[in-house]
T-cell receptor, first 117, second 116 residues
Framework: AQKVTQAQTEISVVEKEDVTLDCVYE???????LFWYKQPPSGELVFLIR??????QNEISGRYSWNFQKSTSSFNFTITASQVVDSAVYFC??????????????FGTGTRLQVFP | DADVTQTPRNRITKTGKRIMLECSQT?????MYWYRQDPGLGLRLIYY???????NKGEISDGYSVSRQAQAKFSLSLESAIPNQTALYFC???????????????FGPGTRLTVL
């Protein structure tokens, strides 16, 4: 069965610290997609990144970076020089096998990040 | 204007009442989804629809029904609300015509529902 584990329930850091949010997934399929979403205190879900299982290159977008390692079934998210505006709940999600053609997602339980000034 | 809108944004109702949550999108996407979010549980899929004539149950469909009135509208109904349906409800859309084997889901702002 497919599963996403975000073992860190809550992380607190002080502004300007780097922080890594862990995501470990389980799937038997070879073709799948992984996602990260951000849920700020206002409640909406904001799409951050989508990565397919054949692309293990790390991705960097400003202060955000993602490390995808199939060998450890992990898709970790690092925020460099964190800011108070980064305070949010972050969700990692795994797609159903691409062959199912459903776009359905399995979400982790989320990691609440609090960045203090 | 937001691409995916949900109404109402907040609702308080009583046990046994029927309630409808509505979702509209201007993204032109063919696929729509309803999720609920509970503290510590992440998001769980209630129903999804791949087009107007296609409705599918998700992980937790009991106690809910849906209607896809048009490609752009997907409503969720609680026929007889109960307190454990108190949650944050999200609508999402994706575009199967975008050429990818799995497409990104884009979410509405959420509806916070409280059942007393």
């Amino acid at each position: 069965a497919q599963k996403v584990t975000q073992a860190q329930t809550e992380i607190s850091v002080v502004e300007k610290e780097d922080v890594t949010l862990d995501c470990v997934y389980e799937t038997r399929d070879t073709t799948y997609y992984l996602f990260w979403y951000k849920q700020p205190p206002s409640g909406e879900l904001v799409f951050l990144i989508r990565r397919n299982s054949f692309d293990e290159q790390n991705e960097i977008s400003g202060r955000y970076s993602w490390n995808f390692q199939k060998s450890t079934s992990s898709f970790n998210f690092t925020i460099t020089a964190s800011q108070v505006v980064d305070s949010a709940v972050y969700f990692c999600a795994l797609s159903e096998p691409a062959s199912y053609n459903t776009d359905k997602l399995i979400f982790g339980t989320g990691t609440r990040l609090q960045v203090f000034p | 204007d937001a691409d995916v809108t949900q109404t109402p944004r907040n609702r308080i109702t009583k046990t046994g009442k029927r309630i409808m949550l509505e979702c509209s999108q201007t993204k032109g996407h063919d696929r729509m989804y309803w999720y609920r979010q509970d503290p510590g549980l992440g998001l769980r899929l209630i129903y999804y629809s791949f087009d107007v004539k296609d409705i599918n149950k998700g992980e937790i469909s009991d106690g809910y029904s849906v209607s896809r009135q048009a490609q752009a509208k997907f409503s969720l109904s609680l026929e007889s609300a109960i307190p454990n349906q108190t949650a944050l409800y999200f609508c999402a859309t994706s575009d199967s015509t975008a050429g990818e084997t799995t497409d990104t889901q884009y979410f509405g702002p959420g509806t916070r529902l409280t059942v007393l």
